[in-house]
């Protein structure tokens, strides 16, 4: 499983646009990259999920440059409720019959402020 | 609504007395895991189902069972809890046992060995 490395900590201002990196350097062809966002007491929740370029959703956006070795979680304009604990994970999430044992790590705590 | 129930949300118990955290998904989703989230140690796979009457080990299953004789059940099961055990619990299932289209976790348990 590729390991991931990810800053501990971050901080912003409410309204900012914040962009998480993730370190991926082993990740393999078959790899795909997810972030999960965790609130506190409460179980992580999926945010999005890509392969390589850009992936866009209502909550985020996703960059995987060409060569794969990292991806940036954007957040736009963030908001107090945003504060919270981002984990990338980086498996084969292909379903080929072996069961991924996805590492969650210790993610990037977030903390937005007025 | 889509979701993964846990029960108890809390649990005190005494070192050595058999408990059961249950968990149930109404997703009809093959694959569930069970979790445990430790400060600084982020969250850590213990046990893992990748269908009815399928599961393995996780990365710290030592001193935990589990059975899957359902598809919608997957109940964590402390033979002879110890403080070691003393953690945050998360319950998760998804579509595709590699985590394709994100996990789906629960709201967590909360468990104290005393």
């Known amino acids: 499983l590729a390991k991931t490395t990810q800053p501990i900590s971050m901080d912003s201002y409410e309204g900012q646009e914040v962009n998480i990196t993730c370190s991926h350097n082993?990740?393999?062809?078959?790899?795909?990259i997810t972030w999960y966002q965790q609130f506190p007491s409460q179980g992580p929740r999926f945010i999005i999920q890509g392969y390589k370029t850009k992936v866009t959703n209502e909550v985020a956006s996703l960059f995987i440059p060409a060569d794969r070795k990292s991806s940036t979680l954007s957040l736009p304009r963030v908001s107090l409720s945003d504060t919270a604990v981002y984990y990338c994970l980086v498996g084969d999430i292909r379903g080929t019959g072996t069961a991924s044992k996805l590492t969650f790590g210790t993610g990037t705590r977030l903390q937005v402020t007025l | 609504e889509a979701q993964v129930t846990q029960n108890p949300r809390y649990l005190i118990t005494v070192t050595g007395k058999k408990l059961t955290v249950t968990c149930s998904q109404n997703m009809n989703h093959e694959y569930m895991s069970w979790y445990r989230q430790d400060p600084g140690l982020g969250l850590r796979q213990i046990y893992y189902s990748m269908n009815v009457e399928v599961t393995d080990k996780g990365d710290v299953p030592e001193g935990y069972k589990v059975s899957r004789k359902e598809k919608r059940n997957f109940p964590l099961i402390l033979e002879s809890p110890s403080p070691n055990q003393t953690s945050l619990y998360f319950c998760?299932?998804?579509?595709?046992?590699?985590?394709?289209?994100?996990?789906?976790f629960g709201s967590g348990t909360r468990l104290t060995v005393v």
């Open positions: 082993n990740i393999a062809t078959n790899d795909y």
């Open positions: 998760a299932s998804s579509l595709a046992p590699t985590g394709a289209y994100g996990y789906t």
